[in-house]
């Protein structure tokens, strides 16, 4: 499994579980939030014009952040399953193992830094021949 020691398996995954449960909670805060301002709506309070844009426009943020959080949820609940597979620490693209460093500084990186590398690159060139 990669060349990573034990140890540091452990220190990441206790990290990766620690970052997981502090989002958990920001989502669990935003959409009581959200669901607090949809019942303000409900009840018809705050019937301005410019006060139902403003509210409107902080859900979309409050969205926005929540679809970020749960998408990095889903990539530590990724890598966790990584781990628990004995997979961790290996790019899922050319299987060799992900540096060491690369894994500390990014617990859920699925690829070794060339493949990732080589990823952007392709998707920045696609985007531009988009528009
Ligand atoms: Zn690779």
Known sequence: MGNLTQDQLLRLAERMR?????LMAEIRGALSQTARSQYVDLLGVG?????????????DITESEVVRDVG???DIVAAEQRLAAGRFGTCIDCESPIDAKRLEAYPTAKRCLSCQQHREKTRAASKYTGR
């Open 18 to 22: 620690d970052r997981k449960a502090l």
């Open 72 to 74: 990095e949820v889903r």
């Open 47 to 59: 019937g301005d014009a410019a006060d139902e844009s403003v509210a409107s426009l902080l859900r």
